[in-house]
């Protein structure tokens, strides 16, 4: 085997693999991620997702008091969306299309506060 080919076959294993080519290049794929209600908490407060991923919130299995989700803001367009109270064995489910920050609070207790950072 030649030098010329032991170069020219490491230059092709080189642009087979480097990062950012056209074959790994372009937005992360969506998520589905589940974030917990619990009393007088929303867990993690603070998250970051790709585009298109599904947030499922959870309540506990053991009854608390009542608690919702609400998106106090959100991306320009975006419609307000709001869980139904419940105080135990629920899920409420969405999928957040549109970059941005959102910023959910349970409409009963807005100290319960979570910030989820849409990505592109």
Request: proline residues 8%; glycine residues 6%.
């Amino acid at each position: 085997m030649s030098k010329r080919t032991i170069v020219a076959g490491a230059a092709l294993l080189v642009l087979a693999v480097a990062p950012g080519t056209a074959s790994t290049a372009g937005a992360a794929k969506p998520v589905e991620r589940t974030l917990y209600v619990g009393d007088y908490f929303l867990t993690p407060e603070r998250l970051s997702v790709p585009k298109g991923s599904t947030i499922t919130w959870r309540w506990p299995s053991a009854p608390g008091d009542l608690h919702d989700v609400y998106s106090q803001r959100r991306p320009r367009g975006v419609k307000r969306f709001k869980s139904r109270l419940a105080a135990s064995d629920y899920r409420y489910r969405r999928k957040l299309t549109k970059p941005g920050r959102y910023v959910i609070i349970c409409t009963l207790h807005p100290q319960m506060r979570q910030t989820i950072r849409v990505r592109r």
